[in-house]
T-cell receptor, first 116, second 115 residues
Framework: DTGVSQDPRHKITKRGQNVTFRCDPISEHNRLYWYRQTLGQGPEFLTY????????KSRLLSDRFSAERPKGSFSTLEIQRTEQGDSAMYLCASSPDPVTRINGYTFGSGTRLTVV | GENVEQHPSTLSVQEGDSAVIKCTYS??????FPWYKQELGKRPQLIID?????GEKKDQRIAVTLNKTAKHFSLHITETQPEDSAVYFC??????????????FGTGTRLQVTL
């Protein structure tokens, strides 16, 4: 599978617990993005990386959220002390090198988080 | 920051008819406008995109038009088929050095194609 992979597909957690999601981008893509999508809404930008550098973070990304991409390959998104309002689909996307190609994003299938 | 508005929120057409979805954006610096199709429970998939140096782009039954002056862009689907039924999202971005950075999405249009 040469697409964007996300793990797990579904996560149910109790309020107050910590959760971590993983994203494996398309191998030749050096940009990686995290979005959050709630029911009936479009995806909302959370953060993005160019290689291992986190270049931008949305105001939506509270201090309970942290994202990493330590080796410029896969990325993790951690939510600490989860709240019911964190329930959403968390989408990862990647895009190719800006120098060599012009193309759109490729999204993963997402991780659906339910906080009970 | 950028704000993208999309309408209608729902659209029902008969098979074979055309469907048009419209979006407006606020940031005049935006120069990349993709459209995504999302089927229930699946990932958004890019179906067509347009850059600000182009006014119209067509790919088989799908076309997108862009009016930079008015800051609006539209998706046109002709000869609709039942498999076109999905939620469609427009988005806007300021593209830098050849690839898109963060996308700001519209709220989506649920298209239903009836037989």
């Amino acid at each position: 599978d040469t697409g964007v992979s996300q793990d797990p597909r579904h996560k149910i957690t109790k309020r107050g617990q910590n959760v971590t999601f993983r994203c494996d981008p398309i191998s030749e893509h050096n940009r990686l993005y995290w979005y959050r999508q709630t029911l009936g809404q479009g995806p909302e930008f959370l953060t993005y990386f160019q290689n291992e550098a986190q270049l931008e973070k949305s105001r939506l990304l509270s201090d309970r959220f942290s994202a990493e991409r330590p080796k410029g390959s896969f990325s993790t998104l951690e939510i600490q002390r989860t709240e019911q309002g964190d329930s959403a689909m968390y989408l990862c996307a990647s895009s190719p090198d800006p120098v060599t190609r012009i193309n759109g994003y490729t999204f993963g299938s997402g991780t659906r988080l339910t906080v009970v | 920051g950028e704000n993208v508005e999309q309408h209608p929120s729902t659209l029902s057409v008969q098979e074979g008819d055309s469907a048009v979805i419209k979006c407006t954006y606020s940031d005049s610096a935006s120069n990349y406008f993709p459209w995504y199709k999302q089927e229930l429970g699946k990932r958004p998939q890019l179906i067509i995109d347009i850059r600000s140096n182009v006014g119209e782009k067509k790919d088989q039954r799908i076309a997108v038009t862009l009016n930079k002056t008015a800051k609006h862009f539209s998706l046109h689907i002709t000869e609709t088929q039942p498999e076109d039924s999905a939620v469609y999202f427009c988005a806007a971005s300021t593209q830098d050095t050849g690839t898109a950075s963060k996308l700001t999405f519209g709220t989506g249009t649920r298209l239903q194609v009836t037989l």
